[in-house]
C-alpha cells in the first residue's frame, strides 16, 4: 500500500506528490549550478533530500543512467538506500531495487511514462549504487547525474570522486553530494576553499524542524568542541586526532623569499617507485627553518629524482631518508650523486614527536607555495573509534610521503627534549652492510 504522508512526503488525493522541505532543504532544492553541495549537521535532513533532487534530475534529464554512491556498503545499506526506496518504490512506483549482483534500480516501463511519457520507452534507464572505497566499482557507463552521500567521510576517496566525474563527463551530469564536514580533506579545498561555480548550501542540525532543541542544547553542553561543531553545527573543524596540532597555518606559514646561498639546506627523502617524496628546508641564523621546496614524482631514476632536486640549489645539503632496512636505496642515491644518511631515529613515534616541537617552538616555517605538504599536515591524524576518539594507529599511512620526508630530516634538526643542539653528525655504517661477504 502506497504511504499517504511521513511528515516529509505527502501524496495528495490526486497523485501529486508534496515534500515538507525546511529552509536549508529548499535553498538546495532552488541551487541551480551545475554542482549543489550540502553540508549538514547530523540528522539534518541531507539524506532524506538526495532521493527527491535525484528524481527531479531524472525527469529533467531523461532516460539513461544514473548513480548513487556512498562511502561504504555498510552506509548504502543503512541510510541512503532505505530512503532512496521510500521514494522511488514507496512513493512514486517507479521500479524495482535489485541487490545482486550488482546493486541498481531499475526503472519499468510504466516508471518510464510516469517519468518521460511516451518519449523514454525506448530507453532503459537504472541508477547504479557504487561505493567509495572501491574507486575500480564507480568505472563503468555514463551517467546523466549523480548523488554522493556523506563524501566528507575520510574513506571516500578523491580518486573515488574522480571517477564519478569521468562517468559525467559525456553528459556534462549535475552533482548533489550531502554530507556532515568529517575532516579536511579533498572535498574542503575543493568545494569549501574554492566556491567558484558551485552551490553550497550549510545548515544546522537544529534547521530540521523534527530535531529536538533539547539534544541540541545537550550536545553543546556535553561534547568536546570540535566533534559538536562538525556534527551539529556541519562545520569544519581541525580532525580528532590531528598528529601536528601544534601546526597553525595562521602561525607557520608565510610568503616566499629569495633563501640566502649561505644558509645551511636540508634534505627529507621518503624513496618509492611511484611516490618518491622530499621536502627542502633552509636555517636562518636565528635557527629558525623554512621549507621551501616540495617534492613528488614517480616512476623515475634515482638519477632523475636527483637531477630534479638539486636543480637551482647552490650546493650541497644535508640529506636523511628511510628506514634503516633501505640501505639499497640509499646507495642508488649515492652512486647518482646525493649522499642520502640514515634518519638519526627509527621509531616513527619519537620522528613524530620532534617534529611536533619544531612546530611547537614556532622553529618551523611552510611557504605557502608547498601546497603538498600543507594538505597532508592539515589531514594528518590517528584512526578514530566508533565515538570519534582517537586511536593510536594513524588513518591511511602510507599516502603521507612528504610528511615522512619531513619527519626523517626533522628528527635530526629537533633533537630530544633536553639534549644538546645537534650541530654535526656522523654518518654510522649500516649493520647490514657489515655481514655482507
Known sequence: MTPTSD??????????????????????????????????????????????????????????????????????????LPEFRKLFEGYLGLGRYIGSPTRRFEISEAGQRRLWGDAGRAYKTTIWFGYASDPDSLESSTARAAWLDEAGQ????????????????????????????????????????????????????????????AEFERARRELPAWRFDMFYRARFTRPAGLIYASFDPDVHTCRPFPIPADWPRYLGLDFGGINTAAVLLAEAPDG???????YHAGERTAADHVAALMAGEPGECEAFGGAPGEQQWRDEYRAAGLHIRRPVVSDVEVGINRVHSLFADDRL???????????ELATYSRMTDENGRPLEAIADKSKYHRLDALRYVGAYLAPATGATPVTAYVDMPDPLEALAF
Open 7 to 80: 511528515g516529509f512526503y505527502v501524496l495528495l488525493g490526486d497523485g501529486t506528490l508534496q515534500y515538507h522541505f525546511h529552509p536549508g532543504q529548499i535553498e538546495a532544492w532552488n541551487a541551480a549550478q551545475r554542482f549543489v553541495v550540502v553540508l549538514s549537521g547530523t540528522q539534518g535532513g541531507k539524506t532524506t533530500f538526495g532521493p527527491p533532487w535525484l528524481h527531479r534530475e531524472m525527469q529533467t534529464r531523461g532516460p539513461g543512467d544514473y548513480l548513487v554512491v556512498t562511502p561504504t556498503f555498510a552506509l548504502l545499506d543503512k541510510k541512503a
Open 154 to 213: 575520510q574513506i571516500f576517496r578523491l580518486e573515488s570522486y574522480e571517477a564519478i566525474m569521468r562517468r559525467l563527463s559525456i553528459h556534462e551530469g549535475r552533482m548533489l553530494i550531502t554530507t556532515t564536514p568529517y575532516y579536511h580533506g579533498w572535498l574542503k579545498e575543493k568545494f569549501w576553499d574554492n566556491r567558484n561555480n558551485i552551490d553550497l548550501i550549510h545548515f544546522e542540525s537544529i534547521m530540521n524542524p523534527a530535531f529536538p532543541r
Open 288 to 294: 629558525r627553518l623554512y621549507l621551501y621546496r616540495d
Open 365 to 375: 616555517m611552510v611557504f605557502d607555495t608547498c601546497t603538498g605538504t600543507l594538505d
